[in-house]
Every structure is written in structure tokens, then in C-alpha cells.
């Protein structure tokens, strides 16, 4: 039996037995039927003759009536019960009363004693148990300084790089890694040293925490993973002390890799400002940059740490000889994203008429994480549906459902708002069709969802890293083909074109400021922005260019938009009866995708001036 368990046990133990000591100390003459009564009382009933015995046993009384009631009696302060009764008269041998005086062993004395003392071991024995409990591995009292970091064995892998799809040169850097760890001998003999940190740089759902797994996986070893928020505290020095705790574990279980999950929580730039100084967390980094740096050369440990926020990393962290190597995951290509499907498909029942790439080709931009949850939405919504096999129909409502949210089914609307919306994606679609540089519609819906009355899906031909400039303005005027639509069928104009009028003046913007797509401002830049990295957001910006220069940024902002309003009207006035036709279609069945949808629009489209 453990040792631990047995003294758990013995202190159980004394518990229950100085329960059931105090017990019987307190309520035991209760239960022996005999009440409690003075010396005085002894006497008196003794001398009245209703008592037939008293037995004296040191300083306690017991006496017997003559109807068989019991009485007890204590010594009081003064003299001894003895010397009470004898001058009382009562004296063994003599009178009508049996007396016995029995003397008190010092056995006696000392279960008298320790009965006194009783409360007391009780009230210890629980504070030395709670006080043994508080120091265990699972509470939190004692143990401020101790890792969090939760161990995985890798003795039988869950995860391996077959589980891992669209990162393939990810997995070829950290392939490198397994090697390390598996065959450190090999690159020594060479001279080459072990990597002492990977980091993994990358937007949110890219797989960075999975593909740590899948390393820990493939090199058989121990597997330490922690969160960068877990190492600080409000105390002082708890942070620094768990990060030596974790290092001297990852030691002993040497060949291992620690992995860092969100390492920007505690690495953030020193002096910075940005998030307020912390003296706890600034001296957790410390602690962490020495340790990575104090590694002993024949100490197989290496640190995975993943961030989607590299850019306010401190320069300590981020030096050869603590992360040696950077690995950028990217959001998967179209082959990436197939890949990516067919794992997360295995083990599914999967329609055979289901065509994966298809199904990559209109999730472009869509993470690792969403694809992942894709599939999961269309297997949930196969078993709503009361099917065996998970069909294209439940996988394409996905897509929606991922991009926009689930189908708002019991929303009302009126027969005008809903002639309105279809003429609006209509319009969007149509525009999109007639522009070359333009990407293809590929659905059109009027069904709401989310904050949306109805949308327009477009799908590249082909997917590419770079876009023109042609690209760029045809995405203006599809963006104000709705807008265009509602004016040239209602006369009037609704709300439903300010998310698109906002993208619309996003991209304008960009391309004068960011692009250098100006004619007029010729090729430069406007503005020095600060953004976070892989999440595109804009922290400020600072100008540096003056009140003419910002005139004529706006007037070429306003340009580009009318443009491309001019360009959508010239080409829904020209097709109106194509658009007629298009958005009656919607009203009459709300949606339309694929090859429906070309064929709708190659029936009666006029061709682009």
C-alpha cells in the first residue's frame, strides 16, 4: 500500500476514535441509565436508608437504590470521598449500607487523563489532516510555485503529422525536430546543435497547437503543454517559480518537449507599455528566457511556443539560442483545404457522390479550425435530418452556416422587402458575371442569416496571392451592383447596401494609400499604420502628409467608388431583363448556386462593353 494512503489512513483513525471517546465521556452515564448527583445528596439518601450499596473507586462515586436506580458522584474540592462519608458515619462494614472502596490503579489515572485531554487531540488531529490534505498535489494552498503544465504520454499516440494536412512545409521544418529528438547522436557527430526553440507564428485555427501534438507524437516522447496565462499570478515570484518547476521536470523526463501555448500572454516587449507594465510578468520572461538559454548541451528539451501576435514579442525571446526557428502557418490553399477535409472526414460516413474539391474551392480563405467544423455542422445536421450518410446538401449548408450563421427560417418578412433583397444579390451577381477581372458567382440566396437579409458567394477560378489592379476595381463595382439595383427598380435606396458601400470604400482606400494605385498621387504610400499581425486590425495611425495631400487622397477615394458605381450601372441598365429574370427566380425558390445559376445567367446575358 502506499505510504501516503496509510498515513491518510491513521489519521481517519484517530479521528473516529476520539469521536467515539468524547462520546461516551460526555453522554456515557446517560447510557449507563445513572444521573449525576453531589456528595451531599449521597449522604443524605444513604442516611435515610434508600441506598443498598456505594462503591468508591478513587474519585469517582457510584451508589445503588433500593428500586434499582443509579447514582453518580464526583470528588469535590477539600477533602476525599472517604473522608466525606466516614464522617457522615458510612463506613465499610457498618450500617445497612454496602460499602466498597476500590483503589485507583495508575492505568485508571491515565485513561483519566487523557479522557481530559481528548477535545484537544480531536481538534489537532483534524487541523495536522487538513493541513496534509492542503499539501497535496491537487490543491492549490501549498503549492503556488508548483508547473501547471499537464504531461501527455506519448507512449501509444493520439496525433500524428498524418493527422496534420495543408501545412506541408510546417511539418517539414518540425520534421527536423522529431529527428533531433529521436537520433540527437547524428547531427552532434556533425557538430550541429539541437534546436533549443520552434516557434509557431500564425492567425487563429491554422493548427499550431495540433501540429506541437502531432510532433510530440511522432518523437515518442513526453509531452508538457501549458498556457503562457498559467505561469502568472498576483504574487510576486509565483510566475518565476513555476517556470523553474517546469524546466527541472522537463529535465528529469529529458528527451521531451515543452510546449508554450499562447506565449504572447507572458513574452510581451519589456518597456513596451502596450498592456501596462507588470512587474510578475516581466520577471516570469526572465526567468523563461534564462532557462532557455541555460539548457545543458546534452539536455534533449525543446520549446514549441505558438502566438498569433509575434510582433509585440520581446527581441530576448525571439534571438538565435532561445528560438532558433520560426515556422509561419498560413490559411491552407485550395489543395491544402482538400487535405484538410478528407482527415477530418475519416471515419465519417461520406456521400460517394461528394466532391471534396469542390467543396475546397468555395471555402477559400476558411482556417483549419473552420474546415474542421465544417464537417462537424454537416454531420450535426445529417442526424437532424434523419440520414445515414452525410450528403453535399448538408456540407454546402455548412459553408453558409460557417460564413454567415444558421438560416433564420421563422423571420418574416414582407413580398416587397423580399423582391428588394432579390433584386439587390441580383444585382451583385450579375455584375460579377459581366466583369471579366471579376470573380464568377457561384450562389446567390435570399434566405437570411445572421446579420444579413440574403447574400452572394463568389469563387475564384483560381486562386493566387496576388491581385491586380483590374481585379481590385471589378470587386468595387460587384460590391455596388447592389446599391445600383435597388435605384435603377425602386427609385430609392435602403440599408441593406451599407456593409457593402463600407467594403467598397475599404478597398478604395487601400488602393490609394497602401497600393500605390493612384495615377494622380503617383506610386506611394500615405500613413505609417500599426497593425496586429495575422489578425489585420488597426491599432492607430499616424500621418505623414499634409492637408492637401489628405484632400486629394479623399478625392480619389470618391472617384474610385463613382467609378465603380458608373461602371455597375452600365451594365445593369444594358441586362435589366437579365436582371428581372434573375431576381424573379429568387423570389420564387431564394436560392440558386453552381451550374443552375451559370445557366440562368447564360441565357439571355448581353455582353459586357
Request: charged fraction near 25%; include cysteine; hydrophobic fraction near 40%.
Amino acid at each position: 500500500m502506499n505510504p501516503k494512503s496509510m498515513k491518510s489512513m491513521f489519521i481517519y483513525l484517530l479521528i473516529i476514535v476520539a469521536v467515539i471517546a468524547i462520546f461516551f465521556t460526555v453522554f456515557g452515564e446517560s447510557i449507563n441509565g445513572s444521573s449525576e448527583i453531589s456528595i451531599s445528596k449521597v449522604i443524605s439518601l444513604a442516611s435515610d436508608g434508600k441506598l443498598t450499596s456505594i462503591e468508591v473507586k478513587g474519585d469517582n462515586l457510584t451508589a445503588i437504590g433500593y428500586d434499582g436506580s443509579r447514582y453518580s458522584s464526583r470528588k469535590e474540592p477539600g477533602s476525599s470521598i472517604v473522608e466525606q462519608l466516614e464522617t457522615a458515619g458510612i463506613r465499610p462494614g457498618a450500617g445497612s449500607v454496602d460499602v466498597t472502596v476500590k483503589g485507583s490503579s495508575g492505568f485508571g489515572n491515565l485513561i483519566g487523563i487523557l479522557l481530559n485531554f481528548l477535545p484537544i487531540i480531536f481538534f489537532g488531529a483534524i487541523l495536522l489532516f487538513m493541513m496534509r490534505q492542503a499539501q497535496g498535489s491537487t490543491s492549490q494552498t501549498f503549492s503556488f510555485g508548483k508547473s501547471k503544465a499537464r504531461m501527455f504520454n506519448t507512449a501509444s499516440p493520439e496525433i500524428s503529422f498524418d493527422d496534420v494536412a495543408g501545412v506541408d512545409e510546417a511539418k517539414e521544418e518540425l520534421q527536423e525536430v522529431v529527428e533531433f529528438l529521436k537520433s540527437p547522436e547524428r547531427f552532434l557527430a556533425l557538430g550541429a546543435k539541437i534546436p533549443r526553440g520552434v516557434l509557431l507564428m500564425g492567425p487563429p485555427g491554422v493548427g499550431k497547437t495540433l501540429l506541437a501534438r502531432a510532433v510530440a507524437g511522432e518523437a515518442g516522447v513526453p509531452f508538457f503543454s501549458i498556457s503562457g496565462s498559467e505561469f502568472v499570478e498576483m504574487f510576486v515570484g509565483v510566475g518565476a517559480s513555476r517556470v523553474r518547476d517546469l524546466f527541472d521536470q522537463a529535465k528529469k523526463n529529458s528527451p521531451c518537449i515543452v510546449f508554450v501555448d499562447e506565449i504572447d500572454a507572458v513574452g510581451r516587449h519589456r518597456g513596451a507599455g502596450l498592456g501596462g507594465g507588470h512587474d510578475e510578468r516581466e520577471q516570469t520572461l526572465n526567468q523563461i528566457l534564462v532557462e532557455m538559454d541555460g539548457f545543458d548541451t546534452n539536455t534533449n528539451v525543446i520549446v514549441l511556443a505558438s502566438t498569433n501576435r509575434p510582433d509585440i514579442l520581446d527581441p530576448a525571446l525571439l534571438r538565435p539560442g532561445r528560438f532558433d526557428r520560426r515556422v509561419t502557418l498560413d490559411s491552407p490553399d485550395v489543395k491544402g483545404r482538400e487535405e484538410i477535409l478528407n482527415v477530418h472526414s475519416k471515419g465519417k460516413p461520406i456521400s460517394d457522390d461528394v466532391n471534396m474539391g469542390g467543396i475546397a474551392k468555395q471555402t477559400a480563405g476558411f482556417s483549419g479550425a473552420d474546415l474542421m467544423n465544417l464537417v462537424n455542422e454537416a454531420a450535426i445536421l445529417a442526424a437532424r435530418r434523419e440520414k445515414k450518410v452525410i450528403t453535399y446538401s448538408e456540407l454546402a449548408e455548412s459553408i453558409d452556416r460557417v460564413i454567415a450563421g444558421p438560416e433564420k427560417k421563422n423571420k418574416v418578412i414582407s413580398d416587397r422587402e423580399k423582391e428588394m433583397v432579390a433584386y439587390h444579390e441580383a444585382g451583385h451577381a450579375l455584375v460579377g458575371y459581366l466583369l471579366p477581372h471579376a470573380d464568377p458567382p457561384y450562389k446567390v440566396t435570399i434566405v437570411a442569416r445572421g446579420q444579413t437579409g440574403g447574400h452572394t458567394r463568389f469563387m475564384p477560378e483560381e486562386e493566387t496571392s496576388l491581385i491586380t489592379q483590374n481585379q481590385l476595381e471589378a470587386r468595387l463595382a460587384s460590391a455596388m451592383g447592389g446599391r445600383v439595383a435597388e435605384e435603377l427598380v425602386f427609385h430609392e435606396v435602403t440599408t441593406g447596401a451599407g456593409n457593402d458601400l463600407e467594403q467598397a470604400t475599404n478597398i478604395a482606400r487601400a488602393m490609394i494609400t497602401k497600393l500605390g494605385m493612384s495615377k494622380k498621387l503617383g506610386p506611394r504610400t500615405f500613413g505609417k499604420r500599426e497593425e496586429l499581425v495575422f489578425l489585420g486590425k488597426e491599432i492607430s495611425d499616424q500621418r505623414d502628409y499634409g492637408d492637401d495631400v489628405a484632400e486629394a487622397i479623399d478625392e480619389e477615394v470618391r472617384s474610385l467608388v463613382q467609378g465603380a458605381y458608373d461602371i455597375a450601372e452600365t451594365l445593369l441598365v444594358s441586362n435589366m431583363d437579365k436582371l428581372s429574370s434573375l431576381a424573379k427566380h429568387l423570389v420564387e425558390h431564394e436560392t440558386i448556386e453552381g451550374d443552375e445559376l451559370k445557366m440562368v445567367l447564360d441565357e439571355t446575358a448581353a455582353v459586357a462593353q
